[in-house]
């Protein structure tokens, strides 16, 4: 079974830029997080979707931040503009189904951001 | 509001000897709780996870950790650590929407 895949692995832009992620979940998940994980700290959630809807965005910061799974699988993730403070490994996980913790959240790779 | 305390910053281990990583939650109702490792460059792998039931849960890669209501913990031990080990260790306490909290981390150094 393929796992969750992200893409890029890093990425360096200036302050002020903008910057997109990508996140393919495993197969079949309805559920899926992306995550901010700046060094030195535990991951933040930034926003949960079931399917193609938002469940959770409370901790994203929607004046820079948005996010996407327009057809349910796939999702994008992007920065506009970057700021120094962005500068973090962002994480993307799949799980099961909504609503049961009893369900594992498996995790991507990570994309590290670096913003100069 | 739902939150994990891992009071370690960096815990260093010689090769061979046992492990016991902390962990202290907060949460109303009854805790889903996990342990991830974290290596460098690496995704979280999930070691083990505590629903209900026996409160020493064993995991992967000979952990287990034993669940205490009395005290909000949930720490996580392995009775003789490998140099492979060394890594970073995140407790996370999961609510009903499926949502994670996790801890600041602890980072494992093993020495041979």
């Known amino acids: 079974e393929a796992g969750v895949a992200q893409s890029p692995r890093y990425k360096i832009i200036e302050k002020r830029q903008s910057v997109a992620f990508w996140c393919n979940p495993i197969?079949?998940?309805?559920?899926l997080y992306w995550y901010q994980q700046i060094l030195g700290q535990g991951p933040k959630l930034l926003i949960q979707?079931?399917?193609?809807?938002?469940?959770?965005d409370s901790q994203l910061p929607k004046d820079r931040f948005s996010a996407e799974r327009l057809k349910g699988v796939d999702s994008t993730l992007k920065i506009q503009p970057a700021k120094l403070e962005d500068s973090a490994v962002y994480l993307c996980?799949?799980?099961?189904?909504?609503?049961?913790?009893?369900?594992?959240?498996?995790f991507g790779p990570g994309t590290r951001l670096t913003v100069l | 509001a739902q939150s994990v305390t891992q009071p370690d910053i960096h815990i260093t281990v010689s090769e061979g000897a046992s492990l016991e990583l902390r962990c202290n939650y907060s949460?109303?109702?009854?805790?889903?709780l996990f342990w991830y490792v974290q290596s460098p460059g690496q995704g979280l792998q999930l070691l083990l996870k505590?629903?209900?039931?026996?409160?020493l849960v064993q995991g992967i890669k000979g952990f287990e950790a034993e669940f205490k209501r009395s005290q909000s913990s949930f720490n996580l031990r392995k009775p003789s650590v490998h140099w492979s080990d060394a890594a970073e260790y995140f407790c996370?306490?999961?609510?009903?929407?499926?949502?994670?909290?996790f801890g600041t981390g602890t980072s494992l150094t093993v020495i041979p």
């Open positions: 979707f079931q399917n193609n809807g938002v469940v959770d």
């Open positions: 996980a799949s799980s099961l189904v909504y609503g049961s913790a009893y369900n594992e959240q498996f």
């Open positions: 505590y629903f209900s039931g026996d409160t």
């Open positions: 949460y109303g109702a009854t805790p889903y």
């Open positions: 197969s079949g998940h309805a559920t």
């Open positions: 996370a306490v999961g609510n009903t929407g499926n949502q994670f909290y």
